[in-house]
């Protein structure tokens, strides 16, 4: 796994997760302006690195893989991991594997394993593969049909179309399958790490499961609710909030 590091003088060291149907540069905006003040540690996810041809594995490997590479380059202790999306679900992996002490867990929109049947979830996953799938194949055109203009920008929908050409089949259904799918240890380890939940103003209602979720395992988690920035708009559309949001962690 390809991890690009900034900042390298900082003492304190941040770990930033994209979501997923983006590169690592989705940290674009926030990277010159947290470089100043903290290490940055992005690491480019298996199926989504256009350096190379790997395929997605698991929420639960990636997570694993990462602490073991913290642990193995020396360090030992983390300022905070922040993921969004499916990042956030593997940001919550890698607090709960405590490898190395961490402060802070931030998961923004993160999604959380569904509680429901087996098959239902295996058919959610396979509408989201679907739907990912036609628009890798039709493009910016279809792409254009399936999002409100408004919200996205033809290059916006660019950038996503060529994502999809890059990822593999494999790596579209692994990251829907185990995004809803992944375990959480049944007996949750005593936490020093603080844990976070951001979501959008307005986001409540596509949150409404992730929130309950994490309320119900991890009732110590502090909640922000964002202004109305949409899923994963937060890093995008206002990095000086985003940079104020992380550093007010303390």
């Known amino acids: 796994m390809n991890i690009h590091e900034f900042g390298k003088e900082n003492k304190e060291t941040i770990l930033l997760i994209h979501p997923s149907v983006v590169k690592w540069d989705y940290f674009e905006n926030v990277i010159p302006l947290l470089q100043k003040k903290y290490h940055l540690l992005v690491p480019a996810l298996p199926g989504y690195d256009f350096e190379n041809n ?3 594995t698991s929420v639960e490997q990636i997570a694993s893989e990462l602490n073991d590479w913290l642990k193995a380059e020396g360090y030992t202790e983390l ?10 679900s ?6 709960l594997g405590q490898k190395i002490p961490i402060r802070h867990c931030i ?6 394993p569904y509680q429901l049947p087996w098959i239902v979830t295996r058919f959610i996953a396979l509408k989201d593969y679907l739907m990912m799938m036609i628009g890798r194949t039709g493009g910016v055109g279809l792409l254009e049909k399936a999002f409100a203009t408004d919200e996205y920008t033809k290059e916006d929908l660019q950038y996503v179309a060529d994502v999809l050409r890059h990822c593999s089949s494999k790596t579209l259904w692994r990251t829907f399958e185990s995004c809803n799918n992944y375990k959480v240890p049944a007996n949750i380890p005593k936490l020093d ?3 976070h939940y951001w979501y959008s103003d307005g986001e409540e209602k596509e949150r409404k499961q992730d929130i309950a979720y994490i309320r119900n395992k991890f009732p110590q988690t502090k909640f922000e609710v964002l202004p ?5 708009g937060l890093v995008l559309l206002r990095p000086e909030l985003f940079v104020e949001m992380i550093d007010k962690l303390g």
């Not at 593997?90 to 607090?95: C, E, G, N, P």
């Open 193 to 195: 790490t603080e844990l």
């Open 90 to 95: 593997i940001s919550l992996l890698v607090a």
């Open 228 to 232: 109305k920035l949409g899923h994963a």
């Open 79 to 88: 300022y905070a991991v922040y993921g969004c999306s499916m990042g956030g």
């Open 54 to 56: 790997s395929d997605f």
């Open 107 to 112: 998961m923004d929109g993160g999604i959380t």
